[in-house]
C-alpha cells in the first residue's frame, strides 16, 4: 500500500478505494484542481518530488520532468508530491 | 520557399521541424514524429458533436424571464464567443498549413479549426432559438466597440505572421519593393512572429475562452439557459484539447530540439510573452466590468470574474513553464470545474457514459464458440 506524502507533512495510504490520485486526494478534502478528470487538460498538474507513478491512461497534456497529472495515475511506490 | 501543395522534393518527414521546413507532400501516419499530434486527432474525432444534437428550447423561455442586466450579460458573452471562434475557425488554417512540415501536425491543425467552424454554428443555433431577430445580434458584433477592442488583440499576431509568409513566400528574405512601398522579411523573424502567434492562440484558448465560459455556466448554475451551458460544455472540451495542442507546440519550441532557431525565440521573446498573458487578463477584467455595468447576477459579479481571470491566467502560464504574475492562488469559482468534466457530457442518451463513444462500434471479435447453439 504505497504512501503518498504531500509537502505540507501530510501522509495518505493509497488503499486502492480510491482509483485514481486525485480521488485518494479529494476523498481527504484536499482542494486540487481538475478539470476533465482524463488526461488532457493538464488543469490538474502537480509535482512528483519523489517516487514513482504509473498511468492508467497515458496522458495527453504535456507533462514536464517532475510533474505529474493526478487525475489518471496512481502511484507504484511510496511517493511525495506538491499540490500547486 | 514558395508554397506547393504537394511538395516533389523527396525527403525523411521524420526530420522536418514542425513549421518552415519543406511543405508536406504525403499525408501519412505510419510513421510520426511527435505521435501526441495524431492523439490529439484521434481524441478530437472522438469528441464529434453537432449543435442540432442539443435541445434549447427551454432556453427561449429563460432568456424572455431574465432581468435586462442579466440579458446584456448573456448576450454580450454570447457575442464574444462568436468572435473568438470565427476568428479560431479559419485563422490555424490560413496562417499554419503554408508552413507547416509534419503531417500529423498539418492534419491536427486541421481538425482541430474545423471543430471550431462547429462551435460557430452552435452560437446560430443558440441565437435564433432565444431571439426572433437573430440578425441583430450578428450584425451587432461587428459594431460594438467593447468587442472590436478584443477583436483587434486576438487578430493581430495571426495577421502579422499571414502577412510575413506571404512576403517571404512570394519573394524571400530581404528587403523588398512592392506597390513602391518597401518590406523586409528574414525566416527568423518569421518565426519569431510564429512563436508569438502561438504564444497569442494558446492565450485566446486558455484564458479567454475560460473566462467566457464562467459566464454560461454562471446561468447553468441556476437552472438558468441550460441548453447553452449543455453546448458551451461541449465547446469547453474540444477547447481543452486545442489548448494542449497550443501548449505541446510551444513547449516543442521552446526545448529546441526540433528548431534551435525556435528555442532561441522563445527566451528572447520571454518579456513579450508575459507582456501578451498580461495585456490579455487587463482587457478580460476590463471585459468583466462591461459585462456587469448594469448589475451582478446570483454567483457572479465583476469583482469574482476579475478573481478568477487572475487564478486562470496564473495556472496557464505555469503550465508553459511561466511563473504566475497574479497573487490570486485559490479558484474564487471552483464550482466550474463540475462543468469541465469530460464524462459528465452528455449529448445524446446512449452516450451518457462515456465522453468517446464511437458510431458503429463492432466486436469483431468471432470464433467457432459462438456458433454453439446455431442448428440449421
Given at each position: 500500500m504505497p504512501g503518498v506524502k504531500l509537502s505540507n507533512g501530510?501522509?495518505?495510504?493509497f488503499d486502492g478505494s480510491a482509483q485514481t490520485l486525485l480521488e485518494a486526494l479529494e476523498r481527504k478534502k484536499l482542494e486540487v484542481n481538475f478539470h476533465c478528470r482524463e488526461g488532457y487538460c493538464g488543469a490538474c498538474r502537480c509535482k512528483l518530488i519523489s517516487g514513482e507513478v504509473n498511468y492508467i491512461n497515458e496522458p495527453l497534456a504535456f507533462v514536464r520532468k517532475g510533474e505529474f497529472l493526478p487525475c489518471c495515475s496512481v502511484p507504484v511506490t511510496d511517493i511525495e508530491i506538491e499540490i500547486p | 520557399m514558395a508554397y506547393t501543395t504537394f511538395n516533389r522534393q523527396i525527403n525523411d518527414q521524420m526530420k522536418e521541424p514542425m513549421f518552415f521546413g519543406n511543405p508536406v507532400n504525403v499525408s501519412r501516419y505510419d510513421q510520426q514524429k511527435y505521435g501526441i499530434f495524431e492523439k490529439l486527432i484521434e481524441k478530437q474525432l472522438s469528441f464529434f458533436w453537432r449543435p442540432e444534437e442539443v435541445d434549447v428550447s427551454k432556453d427561449r423561455i429563460d432568456y424572455q424571464n431574465l432581468p435586462d442586466h442579466e440579458k446584456h450579460i448573456f448576450i454580450s458573452n454570447l457575442k464574444y464567443q462568436t468572435l473568438l471562434d470565427s476568428v479560431q475557425g479559419r485563422s490555424p488554417n490560413v496562417a499554419f498549413l503554408p508552413i507547416v512540415s509534419l503531417p500529423e501536425l498539418e492534419t491536427w491543425i486541421e481538425t482541430w479549426a474545423f471543430s471550431e467552424t462547429i462551435h460557430s454554428r452552435s452560437y446560430t443555433h443558440i441565437v435564433r432559438n432565444i431571439s426572433a431577430e437573430p440578425h441583430k445580434v450578428f450584425d451587432d458584433i461587428m459594431l460594438n466597440e467593447k468587442i472590436l477592442e478584443r477583436a483587434d488583440d486576438v487578430t493581430r499576431y495571426y495577421d502579422d505572421l499571414i502577412?510575413?509568409?506571404n512576403l517571404y513566400q512570394r519573394c524571400g528574405e530581404g528587403t523588398h519593393t512592392i506597390n513602391g512601398e518597401?518590406?523586409?522579411?528574414?525566416?527568423?523573424e518569421l518565426k519569431r512572429r510564429l512563436y508569438l502567434c502561438v504564444m497569442s492562440v494558446n492565450v485566446l484558448e486558455a484564458i479567454r475562452f475560460?473566462?467566457?465560459f464562467?459566464?454560461?455556466?454562471a446561468f447553468a448554475e441556476r437552472e438558468l439557459m441550460e441548453g447553452n451551458a449543455k453546448i458551451i460544455r461541449l465547446i469547453a472540451r474540444?477547447?481543452?484539447l486545442h489548448l494542449t495542442g497550443t501548449q505541446h507546440m510551444l513547449n516543442i519550441m521552446a526545448a529546441g530540439d526540433d528548431d534551435a532557431d525556435m528555442a532561441k525565440i522563445a527566451k528572447e521573446c520571454e518579456e513579450e510573452a508575459y507582456a501578451i498573458f498580461r495585456k490579455a487578463a487587463e482587457q478580460e477584467k476590463d471585459w468583466a466590468q462591461y459585462l456587469f455595468k448594469d448589475g451582478s447576477m446570483i454567483g457572479l459579479n465583476k469583482d469574482i470574474l476579475c478573481q478568477y481571470v487572475e487564478y486562470i491566467t496564473n495556472s496557464r502560464m505555469q503550465a508553459i513553464g511561466m511563473k504566475a504574475i497574479f497573487s490570486t492562488t485559490q479558484n474564487p469559482i471552483p464550482w466550474i470545474n463540475t462543468w469541465l468534466v469530460s464524462d459528465n457530457v452528455q449529448v445524446?442518451?446512449?452516450?451518457a457514459e462515456i465522453s468517446s463513444y464511437l458510431v458503429g462500434q463492432i466486436d469483431n471479435e468471432?470464433?467457432?464458440g459462438d456458433f454453439g447453439d446455431f442448428d440449421l
Open positions: 501530510v501522509v495518505i495510504n | 502577412d510575413g509568409i518597401t518590406h523586409s522579411i528574414s525566416l527568423y475560460y473566462v467566457s464562467a459566464c454560461s455556466f474540444d477547447e481543452a445524446a442518451p446512449q452516450e468471432v470464433d467457432g
